[in-house]
């Protein structure tokens, strides 16, 4: 079936209803990132509070959702407390498709206004309702999917309910998150605890079917398929040190060994696979004092190594904890990580008990906590309060994941022009830079301009991560045309998405400013024998690799898009000239 429309919520009012999406808008913008970023650009007034009432919150899902191989996705899009900027995350497991499922015709949910009391939105046993969720006020992730046996379930924890800068929306009980840049706080400000879906996954389609075994089957013998068969996304943690740009101890260490924490380790904890029965198996699951957890690579990066710790076990209950909590874990692990550095910690890096008991604080956000109370706003709002912001650093008010940008300026251009802010998933430039010596502006530019463009048409889609890398070549086009949805070049597509993200951006006050790296990534890494050794960010270099990157966009050298570019991709021109005093972090 065609999804040709949304559903439409409004807390303050109480009311739920279908409403279409325009044509234009639908070839114009697909779906997921696309579908949701125009939304958001059309419905938020700048300067808008980001947990205030008037924020939207989308649940997106693309003309594609549920036929596509590997693991369905849908994205959460909103502005985001964390940063004030615009913000898409993206979460898997079985929620996608059951929303799916429960909404055939709909490309996802629109969520504006607050309910007075905890509520739920239920779909597909019928027509969409809110009902009181009451009885689920202050109950973690796992307790919150338990209470929904026969659904699939996104909700949010105590951090989302506390209204957590950096809360996230979880799934499947908390083995999936949308997560960086706090969804869930804006979730739980409308007290909304959670969105329940009866659906059942929906079915291929007939067109579709040989076409899905065949990018299955090329998914299989790709190397990005044998990776993650091989060991998901912890094997990244193996990566980061090898090449030495893995960050720890607070990003005032780098760590090379991480035997106790990497992928053989994780390896060793593991009780199965996420789901063994598929041929690729997803994440480690693993068993610990609470129940089990799945850890992705970002746990041991900002768990492991950047709080100092060698011991996988610890590192997996840490993960579960943020999991129930439902905090991002790489925020929560920088802003420990602070803390320590800081000295405003009781206890150092190292210390699982010490650093559990933190994240409790931060999520529960407790009356006169006040050191609780800084952090859960963020590393760049503790600093503010306290002092020290040269220990973790941020774009854009995001800590920065496990990736350090002084192993490859295209990465640094990657983080400083991220729309989310300090993000690797837009472009990993890293990953094959780190290893040449060859690479000059021209290619940095091209490779992250290309990876940015790709990944917002494919988010668009909202394809898996990694299943979706046999996409690239046409960017889904196949699959669109199999359907016979009408659809732009979607090379036009991912370019309008991002400068239509970029023009929100500006509305909200961003600029050439904002698209900057802290001053420590000046100093060299660690010298040794990983490619990374010695390296720095040159800050001539940066500003020149800059220059050139808003060249190629089309911006002007303030980072602003040019009244022509817009023009010529059919991009509204308001943004260019009336921009607003970005809210301040406690706002």
């Not at 009902?131 to 929904?148: C, K, N, R």
């Not at 800084?374 to 854009?396: H, I, M, Q, S």
């Not at 390296?535 to 009244?563: K, M």
Request: glycine residues 12%; proline residues 6%; contains cysteine.
């Amino acid at each position: 079936m065609t999804r040709t429309r949304v559903l439409d919520v409004d807390l303050s009012a109480g009311t739920v209803a279908f409403e279409p999406v325009p044509a234009e808008w639908r070839r114009r913008y697909l779906g997921g990132k696309g579908l949701g970023a125009r939304y958001l650009y059309e419905e938020l007034s700048p300067g808008a509070d980001p947990r205030g009432p008037e924020n939207l919150l989308g649940f997106m899902l693309g003309p594609l959702s549920g036929a596509l191989p590997g693991e369905s996705r849908y994205a959460a899009v909103t502005k985001s407390p964390l940063t004030g900027a615009f913000l898409d995350s993206y979460s898997g497991g079985t929620f996608p498709d059951r929303l799916a499922g429960s909404l055939p015709d709909c490309l996802g949910v629109l969520v504006t206004g607050a309910a007075e009391e905890p509520t739920a939105l239920v779909v597909g046993d019928g027509e969409p309702r809110l009902e009181p969720a009451g009885d689920l006020a202050g109950a973690d992730t796992v307790a919150t999917a338990e209470a929904y046996p026969d659904a699939a379930v996104a909700c949010v924890g105590p951090a989302g309910e506390s209204a957590v800068a950096y809360a996230t929306i979880a799934s499947d009980a908390g083995d999936h998150h949308a997560g960086r840049g706090g969804a869930g706080a804006v979730m739980g400000s409308k007290n909304l605890k959670a969105v329940v879906a009866h659906g059942d996954s929906p079915d291929v389609p007939d067109e579709l079917a040989a076409l899905r075994e065949t990018y299955a089957d090329a998914f299989a013998t790709d190397d990005t398929g044998k990776w993650q068969t091989a060991g998901e996304t912890l094997e990244s943690i193996d990566f980061a040190a090898e090449v030495g740009v893995l960050p720890a101890n607070g990003w005032r260490d780098t760590a090379n060994e991480v035997d106790g924490i990497g992928i053989e380790a994780a390896t060793e904890a593991a009780a199965g696979r996420e789901h063994p029965e598929k041929d690729v198996p997803g994440g480690f699951r693993v068993e610990t004092d609470d129940g089990e957890t799945v850890p992705r690579g970002a746990a041991p990066m900002t768990l492991g190594a950047g709080l100092g710790m060698d011991d996988f076990d610890a590192v997996a209950a840490l993960g579960e904890a943020c999991d129930r909590l439902g905090v991002d874990v790489i925020t929560a692990g920088n802003a420990v990580a602070w803390a320590v550095r800081a000295g405003e910690a009781d206890f150092d890096f190292g210390d699982e008990e010490g650093t559990r008991a933190l994240l409790e604080r931060i999520a529960r956000r407790d009356d006169g906590d006040a050191l609780a109370d800084a952090l859960a706003e963020g590393v760049d709002a503790a600093a503010e309060r306290y002092g020290g912001d040269e220990y973790v650093p941020t774009v854009k008010s995001m800590e920065l994941p496990a990736y350090d940008p002084r192993g490859a300026l295209g990465m640094a251009l990657a983080y400083a022009t991220a729309d989310r802010g300090g993000c690797h998933r837009r472009a990993r430039p890293i990953e094959e830079e780190v290893f040449r010596e060859d690479w000059d502006t021209a290619r940095r530019v091209e490779a992250v301009v290309g990876a940015q463009n790709a990944r917002a048409v494919l988010w668009s889609l909202v394809v898996d991560d990694f299943a979706g890398e046999t996409l690239w070549d046409d960017l889904g086009a196949e699959w669109l045309d199999a359907l016979g949805v009408p659809h732009d070049d979607p090379r036009h597509v991912g370019d309008r998405v991002w400068t239509l993200v970029r023009l929100f951006n500006t509305r909200e006050g961003f600029d050439r400013g904002d698209d900057t790296l802290p001053p420590q990534f000046a100093d060299p890494l660690p010298a040794g024998d990983a490619p990374a050794a010695g390296r720095a960010v040159d800050g001539e270099a940066f500003e020149r690799l800059l220059d050139a990157y808003y060249a190629a966009r089309g911006w002007d050298d303030r980072g602003v898009p040019t009244a022509e570019r817009c023009e010529a991709l059919g991009l509204p021109t308001d943004a260019i000239d009336r921009r607003t005093d970005r809210p301040q972090a406690d706002d």
